[in-house]
């Protein structure tokens, strides 16, 4: 690319970014800095703003740029990620959307703590959803820098990690002024965009194979070296054992993680009734499910038309499969139709990044004030002391995700989401299922659900080949590896629910037959709903 069409893209990201800056500082003026105005924006949301924010919240970086470029290289493999993602969804609106809005107040850990001693299951909770958070984060950050490098002419790390430190200190910026009123508002303008322009991307794609699904299903497994295996499961989970439960293990974690991200279930406080929570799910289904659709025609449009040796080369991992594509689509690399098109969709592809990390950074930093700051005091916290620990908590969150995205700089973005979802399935879902739906649920039961979720989900994934023993690993030189497994879910997520059934079968506490009613008829009735 040219330094006339890389000061376009450039524009366009600016742009974005001084739109958002705008719409944090508007609505940082008009806060009056009450806690249900940081965490959930006066509740004041209609069902198809929220529906339209949380598509914006869910369809981060490794939607837009991991599951096309999976797709892309793996073919009907990569297809997988997009049909597990999507059908989480069903659980969310069957058991979380309307029973997380009556129960709860700004987090996960208030539904619990309705029934148990606060403290001991607001420590555990908030520590596991920060660390889904933080895991999260990362994922997106790895996904900015692999798009400004591209975007720079593939400068290569200096670029990643410039971009990735700008990131972070962008998040800081909205969550610490704007508060979840404007990262709603940044949120659904993402979502706009990001549609509209896979809209765009994909009609281009059609009209180039005229329209001929079968001609760009063949044309792409002919370019992608592997024939017609390409259009076939087992590329890259029908291998051995150890492959095949690879993928049952991230079908477990991607169907069942959804229902317990932090960022998802806090938009659910948003609206202001439980049936708005459940028409925002409905909304954001149908949104959703359109993109992972159209993100089938990208990914196999991407190696049929730009090639897999192409991609390959850009980013060996796929992240960047969306942009070439773009780049091919509007006419080359040479040409100003597709310098245009390629700074456009990376720009959308910023916009979903910047949206999605300061949807994760309010979320993770309402944890560490309303549940590990509040439980920790020895006196109540006030809630606008709770509001300034958010605040702060949002600042160190983002340097941790920053160090923990300039490690991780290498990997697939969808792969790094599907870790923090096996943590959020193992981990926050047990608990919340339990306490949602188990009579003798005890507080010992949801401490150990948590941690007996979160620590072998941690530890898995640091023994596995993500981090040591492969090329492709964050430390390459050296090897620790004793789990073969790149997700750990099909071993951590039974280990949440067994840890719970084991720390409630082994307590000593009664179980309060007048809390669970309660939380029984307030969750299904919205009875004494905040």
Same mark, same amino acid.
């Given at each position: 690319?040219?330094?006339?069409?890389?000061? =376009?893209?450039?524009?366009?990201?600016?742009?974005?970014?001084?739109?958002?800056?705008?719409?944090?500082?508007?609505?940082?003026?008009?806060?009056?800095?009450? @806690?249900?105005?940081?965490? @959930?924006?006066?509740?004041?949301?209609? #069902?198809?703003?929220?529906?339209?924010?949380?598509?914006?919240? +869910?369809?981060?970086?490794?939607?837009?740029?991991?599951?096309?470029?999976?797709?892309?290289?793996?073919? +009907?493999?990569?297809?997988?990620?997009?049909?597990?993602?999507?059908?989480?969804?069903?659980?969310?609106?069957?058991?979380?959307?309307?029973?997380?809005?009556?129960?709860?107040?700004? %987090?996960?850990?208030?539904?619990?703590?309705?029934?148990?001693?606060?403290?001991?299951?607001?420590?555990?909770?908030?520590?596991?959803?920060?660390?889904?958070?933080?895991? +999260?984060?990362?994922?997106?950050?790895?996904?900015?820098?692999? &798009?400004?490098?591209? &975007?720079?002419?593939?400068?290569?790390?200096?670029?990643?990690?410039?971009?990735?430190?700008?990131?972070?200190?962008?998040?800081?910026?909205?969550?610490?002024?704007? $508060?979840?009123?404007?990262?709603?508002?940044?949120?659904?303008?993402?979502?706009?965009?990001?549609?509209?322009?896979?809209?765009?991307?994909?009609?281009?794609?059609?009209?180039?194979?005229?329209?001929?699904?079968?001609?760009?299903? &063949?044309?792409?497994?002919?370019?992608?070296?592997? $024939?017609?295996?390409?259009?076939?499961?087992?590329?890259?989970?029908?291998?051995?054992?150890?492959?095949?439960?690879?993928?049952?293990?991230?079908?477990?974690?991607?169907?069942?993680?959804?229902?317990?991200?932090?960022?998802?279930?806090?938009?659910?406080?948003?609206? #202001? %009734?439980?049936?708005?929570?459940?028409?925002?799910?409905?909304?954001?289904?149908?949104?959703?499910?359109?993109?992972?659709?159209?993100?089938?025609?990208?990914?196999?449009?991407?190696?049929?038309?730009?090639?897999?040796?192409?991609?390959?080369?850009?980013?060996?991992?796929?992240?960047?499969?969306?942009?070439?594509?773009?780049?091919?689509?509007?006419?080359?690399?040479?040409?100003?139709?597709?310098?245009?098109?390629?700074?456009? *969709?990376?720009?959308?592809?910023?916009?979903?990044?910047?949206?999605?990390?300061?949807?994760?950074?309010?979320?993770?930093?309402?944890?560490?004030?309303?549940?590990?700051?509040?439980?920790?005091?020895?006196?109540?916290?006030? #809630?606008?002391?709770?509001?300034?620990?958010?605040?702060?908590?949002?600042?160190?969150?983002?340097?941790?995700?920053?160090?923990?995205?300039? =490690?991780?700089?290498? =990997?697939?973005?969808?792969?790094? *989401?599907?870790?923090?979802?096996? *943590?959020?399935?193992?981990?926050?879902?047990?608990?919340?299922?339990?306490?949602?739906?188990?009579?003798?649920?005890?507080?010992?039961?949801?401490?150990?659900?948590?941690?007996?979720?979160?620590?072998?989900?941690?530890?898995?994934?640091? =023994?596995?080949?993500?981090?040591?023993?492969?090329?492709?690993?964050?430390?390459?030189?050296?090897?620790?590896?004793?789990?073969?497994?790149?997700?750990?879910?099909?071993?951590?997520?039974?280990?949440?629910?067994?840890?719970?059934?084991? $720390?409630?079968?082994?307590?000593?506490? *009664?179980?309060?037959?007048?809390?669970?009613?309660?939380?029984?008829?307030?969750?299904?009735?919205?009875?004494?709903?905040?």
């Amino acid at each position: 690319m040219t330094s006339h069409h890389q000061m =376009l893209a450039l524009v366009l990201f600016s742009a974005f970014v001084a739109v958002t800056l705008g719409i944090t500082t508007w609505v940082s003026r008009r806060r009056h800095g009450s @806690a249900e105005e940081f965490y @959930a924006g006066g509740r004041l949301f209609t #069902p198809l703003e929220n529906g339209f924010a949380i598509s914006g919240d +869910y369809l981060s970086a490794a939607s837009f740029l991991g599951v096309t470029g999976l797709i892309a290289l793996y073919g +009907y493999d990569g297809l997988l990620y997009g049909v597990g993602f999507l059908v989480a969804w069903l659980v969310v609106l069957f058991v979380a959307a309307e029973l997380v809005r009556n129960c709860g107040r700004f %987090t996960l850990a208030d539904v619990v703590a309705a029934r148990m001693a606060e403290r001991p299951v607001r420590i555990a909770t908030g520590s596991a959803s920060v660390t889904v958070s933080v895991m +999260y984060l990362v994922a997106q950050m790895v996904g900015a820098g692999s &798009l400004v490098a591209l &975007l720079l002419g593939g400068s290569g790390g200096a670029a990643q990690a410039w971009t990735v430190i700008g990131v972070g200190a962008l998040m800081v910026i909205y969550v610490s002024l704007g $508060g979840m009123r404007a990262t709603t508002w940044i949120q659904i303008v993402k979502a706009v965009l990001m549609l509209l322009g896979t809209i765009v991307m994909t009609v281009l794609v059609l009209v180039r194979f005229h329209g001929d699904i079968n001609q760009l299903l &063949l044309t792409a497994a002919e370019r992608s070296g592997h $024939g017609a295996s390409f259009l076939a499961p087992g590329l890259k989970y029908g291998g051995d054992w150890t492959a095949r439960m690879d993928f049952i293990s991230l079908g477990l974690a991607l169907v069942l993680g959804t229902a317990g991200l932090p960022h998802i279930l806090s938009r659910f406080y948003t609206v #202001p %009734t439980a049936r708005a929570a459940r028409r925002s799910t409905v909304w954001s289904i149908g949104l959703i499910g359109s993109f992972y659709l159209m993100t089938i025609v990208l990914g196999f449009g991407a190696t049929a038309v730009v090639g897999a040796d192409a991609l390959r080369r850009s980013n060996a991992a796929g992240n960047t499969a969306i942009p070439l594509l773009a780049l091919d689509l509007g006419g080359g690399a040479s040409s100003t139709g597709g310098t245009v098109l390629f700074a456009v *969709v990376a720009a959308v592809a910023f916009a979903t990044i910047l949206a999605v990390v300061a949807g994760i950074t309010l979320a993770s930093s309402a944890s560490v004030a309303h549940d590990l700051y509040a439980s920790l005091r020895r006196r109540p916290a006030t #809630p606008r002391g709770e509001v300034a620990v958010a605040r702060i908590a949002a600042a160190a969150i983002g340097v941790v995700a920053i160090a923990l995205g300039l =490690l991780a700089r290498n =990997l697939n973005v969808a792969f790094l *989401v599907g870790l923090a979802f096996a *943590v959020a399935a193992s981990a926050n879902l047990p608990t919340l299922l339990y306490s949602l739906f188990w009579r003798n649920f005890t507080t010992r039961g949801a401490v150990w659900a948590v941690y007996g979720g979160l620590i072998p989900a941690v530890i898995l994934v640091l =023994l596995s080949p993500v981090v040591s023993g492969s090329p492709g690993s964050l430390f390459p030189g050296v090897d620790f590896q004793y789990f073969p497994l790149q997700n750990p879910g099909v071993v951590s997520i039974p280990l949440g629910f067994l840890a719970g059934w084991l $720390g409630t079968v082994t307590s000593d506490e *009664v179980p309060d037959e007048a809390k669970f009613a309660e939380t029984e008829v307030r969750s299904l009735t919205g009875a004494g709903a905040v």
